[in-house]
């Protein structure tokens, strides 16, 4: 996992994991009356980097830290009596979920840009993952016991998906922020096409986001570029966002 978690090109599926993340009621709606996208549309996807960077290639350390700092944001996060759906931040299932999204949206950008793994290097990385749950509230148990296992969780679980309006409009403020650098503004349809062209079909139709033959091609294309070029860049930039979210959280512990 460590070797994999430093590769930047992981960065491309923060979008898919995202949206998957939010088609969870408790987590869509939690999100939604909780986070501030208006003026803070990055806030999660900073958060969920410093994150993972820190458990998988941090010190103990930066461990300690972050899960101080996201069990302070959590603590907030909750249901009021009465709403519906409810939900918790510590809920260990939807940490299960978050964990899970984060697991298989890095395997399937690795997969497209590397080819897969070899059964061992898969089997190991899975187990390691495990901790993006069990570092919070999740107990070590819930974590699907081998790879298989978690398939048919996956599986299960994205085929109980759901969408609303109040989710949409999440995805709405994700996929056209307005309160963030002009740079940001430009690389958005790149963002949303990437984000769309990794997310499994029946997602897409929750989102009610279109994908046409036509862009798959486009998707596929530019898939096979970035598997040509990405792996022969050099190492310090393809690390690059893992040192800078290190020091980051290290500046600010």
Known sequence: MTDISREAILL????RA???QLAVPGIGHGVARHSDFDHHPLRRLHGTLTYVYALATGTEADVAAVRRAVNRAHAPVRSAP??????????????????ATLYDSAMVMHERVYGALSPDDADAIYAEYAILGTALQMPAGLWPPDRAAFRTYWDARVA?????ETVL????ELFSPRKV???????????RFVTIGLLPAFVRSLYALNW???QE????RLLRATATIYPRLPRAIRHAPQRYYLRRLRAHP
């Open 12 to 15: 491309a599926a923060g979008g």
């Open 217 to 220: 091609r486009r998707f596929t």
């Open 212 to 214: 046409t033959p036509r």
């Open 82 to 99: 009465g709403d519906d759906p409810a939900y918790t931040a510590m809920d260990p299932a939807l940490q299960l979920w978050v964990a």
């Open 169 to 172: 409009g999440v995805q709405r």
């Open 18 to 20: 995202i949206l998957l």
């Open 181 to 191: 650098p002009a740079w940001i503004r430009a690389l958005m349809p790149l963002v």
């Open 160 to 164: 109980s998906l759901s969408v609303d």
